[in-house]
């Protein structure tokens, strides 16, 4: 999505090779203007899929998939990654590692809201490892739910993140996919190559 690689390029701040900020506009300060316009895409590409609930994880991913799933006019479930006191009974749990932040925690859905008659979209910001979205396709699948896909802003392809999703069978959608980082320098797969 052209606005999304601009937007990178204008304000986003490649670290390393690994790490992209993106504090201005996605992780930090929120353009609610601009996140609209990349939920519009995310739940245009999703359309007429029979979508019951959009799924994200706190926190960075709240914003895309509200967006999201105000286009689609479906709730929004968000999983936890700390289970507060007050969700202590009927959930399911799954534990995540985070290679980029080297820690691991518990992600967490209630069994209240998701269900095997749901048809569920996973939103998120960043697609790097595939730890996060792996985790919350486990989840779905002891809720028995079935899944329409992943939907991502930024799919760090350089990661192996979109070949475990394939490997579980989930179809991935990303605004951009950005095949190399250095410092200060960004680089993406051509559209027209998008699979
Ligand atoms: P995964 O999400 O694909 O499993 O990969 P990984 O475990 O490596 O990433 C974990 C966290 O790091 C996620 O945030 C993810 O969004 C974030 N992340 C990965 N690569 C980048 C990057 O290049 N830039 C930025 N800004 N973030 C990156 P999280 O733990 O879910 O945190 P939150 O921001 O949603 O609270």
Redesign the pocket.
């Known amino acids: 999505m052209k606005l999304l690689e601009e937007k990178i390029l204008a304000e986003g701040k490649a670290v390393n090779e690994?790490?992209?900020?993106?504090d201005s506009f996605i992780?930090h300060q929120i353009d609610p203007a601009f996140m609209s316009e990349l939920g519009r895409e995310l739940a245009s590409h999703f359309a007429d899929q029979g979508i019951t609930k959009v799924i994200t994880?706190?926190?960075?991913?709240i914003a895309p998939a509200l967006m999201t799933a105000c286009i689609l006019n479906v709730p929004v479930v968000i999983l936890k990654k700390e289970p507060s006191k007050a969700l202590n009974q009927n959930l399911y749990q799954t534990v995540v590692t985070?290679?980029?932040?080297g820690s691991s925690y518990e992600l967490t859905m209630s069994k209240e809201h998701i269900s095997e008659n749901d048809h569920v979209l996973i939103v998120d910001?960043?697609?790097?490892?595939?730890?996060?979205?792996t985790g919350a396709v486990r989840l779905l699948r002891k809720a028995h739910a079935t899944i329409a896909g992943l939907g991502v802003l930024i799919e760090?392809s350089f990661q192996p993140?979109r070949e475990k999703l394939k490997e579980q069978g989930i179809s991935v959608y990303a605004l951009a996919r950005i095949s190399k980082l250095a410092e200060n320098q960004v680089e993406f797969i051509p559209e027209e190559n998008e699979i």
Not at 18 to 22: C, D, R, Y
Not at 98 to 101: A, E, N, R, V
Not at 125 to 133: H, I, K, S, V
């Open positions: 690994n790490i992209l900020k993106v992780n994880i706190e926190s960075s991913g985070s290679y980029t932040k910001d960043f697609l790097a490892n595939g730890e996060t979205a760090k993140g």
